[in-house]
């Protein structure tokens, strides 16, 4: 196995986007935590059958499951109006208060609502049909729930075990069941990381 990371440019507009989708639909409870679970599952999903994430968002392997490092930040720092720790641009803050509302009311953690449609277009049809799966799939729970989910994630275990903060790629592929597809689907990871090694540096 390579010993390389396998990561992925970091799409903003798509995590702004994709928590506008979540939102319209009116999931229930949607909070940080709930954000963070449906991001890592449509991730996921859309990794292990076309070969790249939605948001190439990086995953920390956090107590209470996986965690969507600069999404999680730039959500903190909406709610919070404070200085972001993981360094995003304030434009990124400001691109997601352009599309969501934060209800505080008297909950202990706010909820996000949608201001307008999200733009669809950012999306490609594959990217869509995984977030229309993720909600069906994972749109009801609680976030509680999804804590619970994603604590049987294989991805996130081994990280744990490993007692690595940072979730790889490769993990995300832990859970296929056909050696054939996910020894594939690895090697060609590997093999287009070392391209954007290459070509971005």
Same mark, same amino acid.
């Given at each position: 196995?390579? !010993?390389c990371? =396998?990561?992925f /440019?970091?799409?903003? %507009?798509?995590? @702004?986007? &994709? @928590?506008?989708y979540?939102a !319209?639909?009116?999931?229930p409870?949607?909070?940080?935590l /709930?954000?963070s679970?449906l991001?890592?599952?449509?991730?996921k $999903?859309?990794?292990?059958?076309?070969?790249?994430p $939605?948001?190439?968002d990086?995953?920390?392997?956090?107590?209470?499951g996986?965690?969507?490092?600069? !999404?999680y930040? =730039?959500l903190?720092e &909406?709610i919070?109006?404070?200085?972001?720790?993981?360094?995003? %641009?304030d434009?990124? @803050?400001e691109?997601?208060?352009?599309?969501?509302?934060?209800?505080?009311s008297?909950?202990?953690?706010?909820?996000?609502?949608?201001?307008? +449609?999200p733009?669809?277009?950012?999306? !490609? *049809?594959s +990217?869509l049909?995984?977030l229309?799966?993720v @909600?069906s799939?994972?749109?009801?729970?609680?976030?509680?729930?999804l =804590?619970?989910?994603?604590?049987? +994630?294989?991805a996130?275990?081994?990280?744990r075990?490993?007692?690595?903060?940072?979730?790889?790629y490769r993990?995300?592929?832990?859970?296929?069941?056909?050696?054939?597809?996910k020894?594939?689907?690895?090697?060609?990871?590997e093999?287009d990381?070392?391209?954007r090694? $290459?070509? *971005?540096?």
């Amino acid at each position: 196995m390579a !010993s390389c990371a =396998i990561n992925f /440019k970091y799409d903003v %507009e798509k995590f @702004v986007n &994709a @928590v506008t989708y979540f939102a !319209s639909k009116e999931l229930p409870g949607l909070d940080k935590l /709930k954000i963070s679970k449906l991001l890592y599952f449509a991730d996921k $999903i859309h990794l292990q059958k076309y070969g790249r994430p $939605i948001t190439g968002d990086d995953y920390g392997a956090w107590p209470y499951g996986p965690v969507p490092t600069a !999404s999680y930040g =730039i959500l903190g720092e &909406a709610i919070n109006n404070q200085a972001d720790y993981f360094g995003r %641009e304030d434009a990124d @803050v400001e691109l997601f208060l352009e599309y969501l509302d934060i209800k505080k009311s008297n909950r202990t953690y706010p909820l996000f609502k949608a201001k307008k +449609e999200p733009y669809l277009e950012v999306f !490609s *049809e594959s +990217e869509l049909e995984t977030l229309e799966e993720v @909600v069906s799939l994972y749109g009801a729970l609680s976030g509680p729930q999804l =804590i619970d989910k994603t604590h049987m +994630e294989k991805a996130w275990l081994k990280a744990r075990k490993q007692g690595l903060r940072h979730m790889d790629y490769r993990l995300f592929l832990e859970d296929m069941t056909d050696d054939q597809e996910k020894q594939a689907l690895l090697e060609l990871l590997e093999m287009d990381q070392e391209d954007r090694d $290459i070509f *971005e540096d």
